[in-house]
């Protein structure tokens, strides 16, 4: 069988996303790969196919128990051998799963990288056929990556171990040029085919929302999107049990999950949410990299990450089956000061030296401003988040909040004067909360000690609010009229090209919404990239999807897995577009292969007909030629 045959048999695909075959192909000539590629790209069937092909064992070093688990779960159920070895099974049950492997029942097995270290599977690799060595999630590598881990740099010396190199293919969603170096130096990848295929998710729509009250808005958000799941990112342990009681009391059926919990309670959570039984999961970022629930349909944060590394990899876990999905941050300043806060209260790790130290906080309070300017940008958001990874978007996506609000332009340069004048006046000493209380002439205690109201400047903008000068002085920064100094104090400083605003040569206009809603409701309509299904569907499509939704938890209970690994959301969308009667038609639903139509192909072809009668009708929306589109193609 060749690797068509071998998509469509195992993963229901007919053809291969762009740069799924380049780097098949190079895996297949005993090419070393890196592949750079974004959250639901499809980077598995990258180093699964080939795994297939090659005569001997594949090993996927994987940082987490919960997405080894995922993986294996998804392969056997297509009707693939696979294994993992981790913490979680006893040793008679790694050693059962190792002589197993020996006896080729097994052609891939998943390991941490801890496990690479241990006698018994060192012995074993030394003593088996392995013909490609894997790393998944491998900006885990790199001392520049937000996830570096130690046990990473193992992967290294157990490959020199071993009596024969295997191929290596290493796969990540969120890399800059720093990470991706590192990735190829460390693991001493050999003139590797590297492939970025952008970092553009499509079919993600991306917003900042700054409501007064963020349980109101999280209430009303969760409560519009009953039947769907998504994820709520906390940036503290109390935040996020606090959160998790209101909707509580709300009725809303959520778990939680954050490293303070016992390991019973939070597997529990986290089986709760994968199998549907909670479809709202409220967890800090240790609820993050292992998740590869595909019908995510949004995901939240309900405070400012500390990077934009952080949160787009938070955000790529909504839409990973291609589907249309929500990633919405609620901003607030004082998000800015938690993150320092947590920052500054970060164990420094063991073995680097004060210069490497300083240069790790640097870096770190770099990342924490790109996070916040793009919390305060009123361009599209979509463009700064490809622009931060190193690539060229459209300056306007039209699915992102930004590009959808309508703003109104104020000329603010006398204002902005006066800002300049008294970051000048105090010459230079203070951060944007000082700066801004005295400008707009506020009695604070913290400015009382600072002896602020001594200044000429102390009131000169007191017609504008606060939050107002705020606005205006990120506005300036962003546009390179004030920078700031690289510390936690973050103070202003007045950059050369202030000098034509202060003599007014150069005027700064100020953009600000028409209009804020305060509602999830009241935002602006989604836009045609935006479809979900309930756009696809008619009411009857509708009604046969939900159907199809409940005997998929039906099976999945009986099989023990994730409804998600019987079908994705989008392939019972597919099931409603086609409406197949026979094999042959449910073998043309995307991602149903002949294994898993073997296996519950004639169940779902069986709830079909009932609900029809056998009766052909149109159960979508608009022409079959608008479909693709709607639908998406990403997988």
């Not at 940082?63 to 779960?73: A, F, H, N, R, T």
């Not at 043309?588 to 009668?613: C, H, M, P, S, W």
Request: hydrophobic fraction near 35%; include cysteine; charged fraction near 25%.
């Amino acid at each position: 069988m060749d690797k068509s045959g071998i998509l469509k048999k195992y993963f229901g695909y007919s053809g291969f996303r762009p740069g799924q075959e380049l780097l098949i192909d190079s895996i297949l000539s005993g090419r070393d790969v890196l592949g750079i590629m974004p959250t639901g790209a499809g980077k598995s069937i990258c180093y699964q196919v080939p795994a297939l092909l090659l005569p001997g064992i594949t090993l996927i070093i994987s940082p987490l128990i919960s997405l080894m688990k995922d993986q294996v779960q998804a392969l056997n159920q297509a009707g693939i051998h696979a294994a993992y070895i981790n913490s979680s099974l006893s040793e008679s049950q790694i050693s059962k799963a190792l002589r197993l492997a020996r006896a080729g029942q097994y052609k891939m097995i998943y390991a941490a990288p801890e496990r690479l270290e241990t006698y018994e599977f060192l012995q074993f690799a030394c003593e088996s056929d392995i013909s490609m060595l894997t790393v998944d999630e491998a900006h885990c590598i790199s001392q520049w990556g937000q996830d570096f881990r130690p046990s990473y740099l193992n992967i290294v010396q157990f490959i020199r171990r071993l009596p024969k190199r295997p191929v290596l293919s290493a796969f990540t969603a969120t890399a800059t040029e720093n990470v991706k170096e590192d990735i190829a130096c460390v693991l001493g990848l050999q003139d590797p085919q590297v492939l970025v295929t952008g970092f553009d998710r499509k079919n993600l729509y991306f917003a900042v929302e700054t409501p007064r009250k963020k349980e109101s808005f999280v209430t009303g958000y969760i409560q519009q999107h009953a039947q769907e799941s998504g994820i709520i990112y906390c940036a503290t342990r109390k935040n996020t049990d606090m959160l998790y009681e209101k909707l509580l009391a709300q009725g809303i059926a959520a778990a939680r999950y954050h490293a303070g919990l016992g390991a019973g309670e939070r597997m529990q959570s986290q089986e709760d949410f994968i199998y549907d039984k909670k479809p709202v999961m409220i967890a800090t970022n240790a609820f993050g990299m292992g998740i590869d629930k595909s019908n995510v349909r949004y995901v939240i944060h309900y405070n400012m990450p500390q990077s934009l590394e952080n949160y787009y990899q938070e955000a790529g876990r909504a839409g990973r089956d291609g589907e249309p999905a929500e990633c919405i941050l609620l901003y607030s300043s004082q998000d800015v000061m938690i993150n320092r806060f947590l920052l500054d209260s970060k164990e420094p790790g063991a073995g680097y030296t004060p210069q490497e130290l300083a240069d790790i906080r640097e870096r770190d309070e770099l990342r924490l401003r790109a996070m916040t300017s793009y919390c305060t940008t009123t361009g599209c958001l979509r463009e700064y988040i490809l622009r931060y990874f190193g690539e060229t978007g459209k300056n306007r996506c039209e699915n992102c909040l930004n590009c959808a609000r309508e703003y109104e332009e104020t000329d603010v340069t006398k204002e902005a004067s006066k800002i300049i004048e008294g970051i000048l006046e105090v010459r230079q000493r203070y951060g944007i909360n000082v700066i801004a209380g005295m400008l707009a002439g506020e009695t604070r205690a913290k400015l009382r000690e600072y002896g602020v109201s001594d200044y000429e400047s102390y009131g000169s903008l007191q017609h504008l609010r606060e939050t107002d000068i705020k606005a205006i002085i990120s506005q300036m920064i962003a546009e390179g009229l004030l920078s700031t100094t690289n510390d936690k104090y973050s103070l202003l400083r007045v950059p050369a090209a202030a000098m034509d605003v202060l003599h007014e040569s150069r005027p700064v206009i100020w953009k600000r919404v028409k209009a804020s809603p305060e509602k999830a409701q009241d935002r602006p309509k989604q836009s045609g990239s935006r479809m979900r299904k309930s756009d696809i569907l008619n009411s009857r499509g509708l009604e046969l999807f939900e159907r199809l939704r409940a005997l998929r938890t039906e099976t999945a209970r009986e099989e023990s897995v994730p409804p998600y690994i019987i079908f994705s959301d989008k392939t019972l969308v597919d099931m409603c577009v086609k409406v197949p009667f026979e094999k042959s038609e449910m073998l043309q639903v995307t991602g149903v292969g002949t294994n898993k139509y073997e296996r519950f192909g004639e169940r779902f072809l069986a709830a079909i007909r009932d609900y029809t009668g056998g009766v052909r009708e149109k159960y979508y929306f608009g022409d079959a030629g608008e479909l693709p589109a709607a639908r998406g193609r990403s997988r």
